[in-house]
């Protein structure tokens, strides 16, 4: 590994997102490779349908790649801030996390880069518990309106299916792994998807996720049909709207409410629209984040090297391979490729950098960004 400058890392805070794409912006005046994420396992104990890799879930990982390889290509971006560790459930296996997890998570922490660990939080404690030192935030996905949402759900595409038993006590182990690990220091970030199960449930699912697992922030996403969750229930424009409105009347305000993706921009010609960013960005520790997807990150399996514009796969598939290139060329080839050009908008102003794919396909397809960008140019300049 080369020796690189370690980075003073300031704590997580509604000041602090290293996550946040602007960032880039700000520090380079472009969109910037900063975050990469890994695909570390295809190996987990759930089947949940949302579950937006639910194709690739296997029962049996291959081989990784040597991590010499891995440490070479990240040795190569220069601006490397973040990195996030997802599966799969990253701690399932115990020779995964032996072989790769807690490898990249000593070079994060040797070279000063925030990490993020997307888990299920299921599983014994003391995991959890031997990484700590090395998680700036654990984020998990918090779903769950009804003990028999998780259990129907949670395991809604497992052909052999555990004893009803068997899931209500994963649900007791993520509530007090959750609770305890919180207790103890760990910054914990509960994801709500927002769809037709979520919609009745939201106060009791954000109030067991404050209260209950005393998490430190609660993020808020659309749901957006993509690979395996592309025959679910999402809501309607309209519908989400009303769903955030709702969320932000009865929110514990002292916890920290982040949004994500949201298909609302400040270039829509919309009252409506308009009158609810105004509230998003008016109301107490709430925040709204650019989507760092292609933007300023992208993913690698560890297994094949294989390199794909994380939410975008469905669309892009893979782009490249860290055998033969490097990730900052790769990601100077997706911003250039005709795909990202017509979706990479940047309005100052508001600090917003448009939609994503999934996004403009489902709510704007017909919108055209670019056109939207030049004429907020024109009347914020």
């Known amino acids: 590994m080369t020796i690189h400058q370690i980075r003073t890392k300031q704590p997580i805070s509604i000041n602090n997102d290293p996550w946040e794409a602007y960032t880039d912006i700000d520090m380079h005046n472009q969109l910037t490779l900063s975050n990469i994420e890994f695909t570390t396992t295809n190996l987990c104990n759930m089947r949940c349908s949302h579950c937006a890799v639910g194709y690739t879930l296997q029962t049996q990982d291959p081989d990784p790649l040597p991590m010499d390889i891995i440490y070479r290509r990240l040795d190569e971006i220069p601006h490397l801030k973040t990195m996030s560790i997802t599966g799969g459930e990253p701690m399932f296996s115990k020779k995964s996390i032996k072989q790769v997890v807690k490898p990249l998570l000593k070079y994060a922490y040797d070279r000063g880069v925030y990490v993020q660990m997307n888990s299920n939080l299921t599983l014994p404690q003391d995991r959890y518990l031997d990484i700590a030192e090395y998680i700036d935030v654990m984020h998990i996905s918090h779903n769950w309106g009804t003990l028999d949402e998780f259990a129907t759900v949670g ?10 038993k068997a899931k209500l006590k994963l649900y007791d182990q993520m509530l007090n792994n959750a609770q ?22 939201l106060t009791k699912i954000h109030n067991e996720i404050v209260k209950d697992m005393k998490c430190s922030r609660h993020e808020i996403h659309p749901m957006y049909p993509a690979d395996f969750a592309s ?10 709207k009303q769903a955030i409105h709702q969320l ?6 002292n916890t920290w409410m982040l949004f994500g993706t949201l298909p609302i921009y400040p270039c829509i010609k919309d009252d409506d629209d308009q009158a609810l ?9 709430v925040t709204m984040r650019n989507d760092p997807d292609g933007r300023n990150r992208l993913n690698v399996n560890v297994f094949t090297g294989n390199v794909i514009v994380t939410d975008f ?13 490097n990730l900052p ?23 917003c950098l448009g939609p994503n794919v999934l996004v403009k396909d489902m709510y704007y397809p017909t919108t055209n960004f670019k056109e939207n960008e030049k004429r907020m140019h024109q009347l914020y300049n």
């Open 277 to 285: 960013l105004h509230r998003l960005r008016q109301s107490k520790n």
């Open 231 to 240: 025959d679910l229930n999402v809501l309607s424009l309209k519908e989400m």
């Open 155 to 164: 395991f809604g595409a497992m052909e052999k299916q555990p004893p009803l």
């Open 313 to 325: 796969g469905d669309e892009t598939g893979t782009i490249s391979n860290i055998k033969h290139d």
């Open 329 to 351: 060329t790769v990601f100077d080839k997706w911003l250039n490729s005709s795909l990202a050009q017509s979706l990479n908008c940047h309005c100052p102003a508001f600090k």
């Open 248 to 253: 932000l009347d009865m929110r514990d305000e």
């Open 180 to 201: 305890t690990l919180s207790d103890q220091g760990m910054f914990i970030s509960a994801e709500t998807m927002l769809n037709q199960s979520t919609l009745p449930y």
